[in-house]
Structure formats: C-alpha cells, structure tokens
C-alpha cells in the first residue's frame, strides 16, 4: 500500500521567512514519482513538480526548492523568502505502479499562512 | 496550461435534489477523475475513468455517479443530495493512464446541500 504523510498540518511565518514543507513517503515499488501541489484559495490544485525515484539531484526553481532523499524516503519542499502569494494548501502525492494506473495517493496537506 | 473546467463553481441546494456537476477539459486527455475535498482538506478520489465509456469506483465510497460519453466530459451526478454531500469536488485529467503523467486539475465545485 502507498502513504504519504505530511505530519505539518498549519504552518505560519511571516514574510522574508524560509520555510520548509516536509513529505514521507510508502511504498514498496522501486519505481515511483513524487508530485507538489499547490491549492491557493481559489480552490485549484496547480502542479509543481514531478520527481521519479531514480533521480535524487535536488532541485531549485526560482524561491522554491526540493530536497529529495531516498535513505529517509521524504521529499521536502522549501521556499525560501516567503511571501504573502504563497500562502495556500500544499500537498504531496505519490504514483506508483501498484496504486493503479495514474492515481495519485496524496499526504492531507500543509496550510502556509504567510503574513506581512 | 491545463485547460479544464468545471461548472457551476458554487451551489447550494435543499435536500432531496438531483444535481450534475460538470466538468471538461479541452487537452485530449483519455484519464479523468473526480476528487471530494473535506474541510480537512483531504482529498479523496471517488471516480476515475480511463477514457470513453469506462468508469471506476475510487479509493472513498460514494453515492455520486459518473458517465463518460466524450473524450473531454466527465460529469458527476447525485440522484438526491443530502447534507452530508456538502463539500468542494474537484476534477482533474492526465494525458494518459501511465502513473508518471501528473494530472491537471479543475477549479473545483464548492456544493452545499441545506
């Protein structure tokens, strides 16, 4: 079966702050992709990147970041000089095989209040 | 960038109604789902379909129905909505069925059943 835990319900900083979202994950396939999502107020889930398993390298565009790391199976997710925009619901899925074709299991999701 | 739609993006309805949500997208894309959103916020897969005339039961029991008659329509409909309905729905779509595709998501529907 596939988990994702992102045990950071509501995390609150204030601008200029870095934070860092944090993502487990579960499965027992040596083949598998890791997403982020982001979900603004306006309700729709906006991708942000897709990761497969084979490929380790952290990766940066622009203020965000991403750290991930097979040893602990977590994909964290950083911002760094937080601003007012960025404060929404982010979550983090897994795809893998044995979850069916395309289906997406997701952690509950981190709330990122940014305040001025 | 994904071009799917759903309508309406909000509505309240008394108990006992027949609702459709609609939801189209405009890529192409044979894989479609619908999401139930609880105020938790998690999310729930309740029905997917891997193109026309198939649909599949999700990972969270539902008493909603979908049908996919097009490529690019997945509605969702509940026969009699109930109070316990209340909550966001939101349709998504990938290009196909291989689990590296992300999925691209609607702006959701906020339904409130009184």
């Known amino acids: 079966a596939q988990k994702v835990t992102q045990a950071q319900t509501e995390i609150s900083v204030v601008e200029k702050e870095d934070v860092t979202l944090d993502c487990v994950y579960e499965?027992?396939?040596?083949?598998?992709?890791l997403f982020w999502y982001k979900q603004p107020p306006s309700g729709e889930l906006v991708f942000l990147i897709r990761r497969n398993s084979f490929d380790e390298q952290n990766e940066i565009s622009g203020r965000y970041s991403w750290n991930f790391q097979k040893s602990t199976s977590s994909f964290n997710f950083t911002i760094t000089a937080s601003q007012v925009v960025d404060s929404a619901v982010y979550f983090c899925?897994?795809?893998?095989?044995?979850?069916?074709?395309?289906?997406?299991?997701f952690g509950k999701g981190t709330m990122l209040l940014v305040s001025p | 960038e994904a071009d799917i739609y759903q309508t309406p993006r909000y509505l309240v309805i008394g108990t006992g109604k027949k609702i459709t949500l609609e939801c189209s997208q405009t890529?192409?894309?044979?894989?479609m789902y619908w999401y139930q959103q609880d105020p938790g916020m998690e999310l729930h897969l309740i029905h997917y379909?891997?193109?026309?005339?198939?649909?599949e039961k999700g990972d969270l029991s539902s008493e909603s129905t979908v049908s996919r008659i097009r490529t690019e329509h997945f509605p969702l409909t509940l026969e009699s909505a109930r109070p316990s309905h209340t909550s966001q729905y939101l349709c998504?779509?990938?290009?196909?069925?291989?689990?590296?595709?992300?999925?691209?998501f609607g702006p959701g529907t906020r339904l409130t059943v009184l």
């Open positions: 998504a779509s990938s290009e196909s069925a291989q689990f590296y595709n992300e999925q691209f």
């Open positions: 379909s891997y193109g026309v005339n198939s649909t």
């Open positions: 899925a897994l795809s893998a095989p044995n979850s069916g074709y395309s289906t997406l299991t």
């Open positions: 890529m192409g894309h044979d894989k």
């Open positions: 499965t027992r396939d040596t083949t598998y992709y």
